[in-house]
């Protein structure tokens, strides 16, 4: 029964003073008796997708600046109930007017850890980053955006790890697709499209040193050659089908083109990729998935 000596009201004229404050209950910093189930370390616990814009650096010096979901976390010690949640947020916006890079995240998690009172933290920063690309003949421009993160991992033993993801999506044809067809048209003069997909790799790398997205969407432009197109007219679609034909590749091949190339980077140190050819012949996916083989390493 609700007690009829609750004001149902909201004033908006009431101040918080200290003592106040200092009346008000505190569950998540409570004593270990309040713990509910095994008394046990958490390895992550805090808030994920917090968005704000935050600042980034081009290649060329100039800013650019995003929406960026956030997701920041500490690790919670056996025999404490839990931490403020809200710190995670307002230690973050210490940041929000300073430009973000991998080396930034170093920053944070040493603030979280104080904050927090945490031995260790973890953050990540997701954003869709836009690059302009040039069509392939016609000389139309369009943005190309693509999905970016960037992940900070401290531990116990203050030891920063810096991760970039992305996702690169690009075209592929068939080469036995390409040959049943060259074969059809050989043998029997009967007209055959070899078919391609649209597909996705999926990349984490370790970072050494300092890299731009620009740098790793150059690698994977390297690397595969049949990025998907933004801006096209005729021309560009017959010269993207030309290069579907010259550089026709399966999804293992995909996976071992990207491993070639990111291993030769010296400021990469490990990392993990996943490629995914969305099949145009069949209803399910081909999938490829290979690490660089670091002892310990990504998998």
């Not at 139309?140 to 991992?153: D, K």
């Not at 994977?220 to 290069?243: G, I, N, P, S, Y």
Request: proline content about 4%; aromatic content about 10%.
């Amino acid at each position: 029964m609700i007690s009829t000596k609750l004001k149902r009201y909201y004033d908006p004229t009431f101040t918080v003073s200290d003592d106040y404050k200092d009346s008000l209950p505190d569950l998540q910093n409570g004593p270990a008796s309040l713990i509910e189930g095994a008394d046990v370390p958490i390895q992550q616990v805090g808030i994920s997708d917090f968005k704000l814009p935050l600042k980034y650096p081009r290649p060329d010096g100039e800013l650019i600046t995003l929406e960026t979901s956030v997701d920041g976390y500490v690790g919670l010690e056996a025999g404490k109930k839990g931490i403020n949640m809200s710190r995670i947020m307002r230690s973050f916006y210490k940041f929000k007017d300073e430009v973000f890079h991998p080396d930034k995240l170093q920053e944070v998690l040493e603030c979280y850890r104080e904050d927090l009172d945490s031995q260790s933290a973890y953050l990540r920063l997701s954003f869709n980053y836009p690059i302009m690309q040039e069509s392939l003949r016609s000389g139309l421009e369009g943005y190309q955006y693509y999905p970016v993160s960037i992940e900070g991992t401290m531990g116990k033993d203050g030891k920063f790890r810096k991760f970039m993801h992305l996702d690169f999506e690009y075209s592929s044809a068939c080469p036995c697709s390409y040959e049943l067809s060259e074969h059809a048209r050989d043998k029997r003069g009967v007209a055959t499209v070899p078919h391609s997909q649209r597909s996705l790799a999926s990349m984490t790398v370790e970072l050494d040193d300092s890299l731009f997205v620009e740098d790793l969407v150059e690698h994977c432009r390297e690397a595969l050659m049949t990025e998907t197109q933004v801006m096209v007219k005729r021309e560009d679609e017959q010269a993207f089908a030309e290069m579907n034909g010259a550089f026709q590749k399966f999804v293992e091949d995909a996976a071992r083109l990207l491993y070639e190339q990111l291993n030769e980077q010296d400021e990469i140190v490990d990392f993990v990729i996943r490629c995914v050819h969305m099949e145009s012949l069949h209803s399910h996916d081909a999938v490829s998935r290979i690490c660089k083989g670091v002892p310990n390493g990504l998998r």
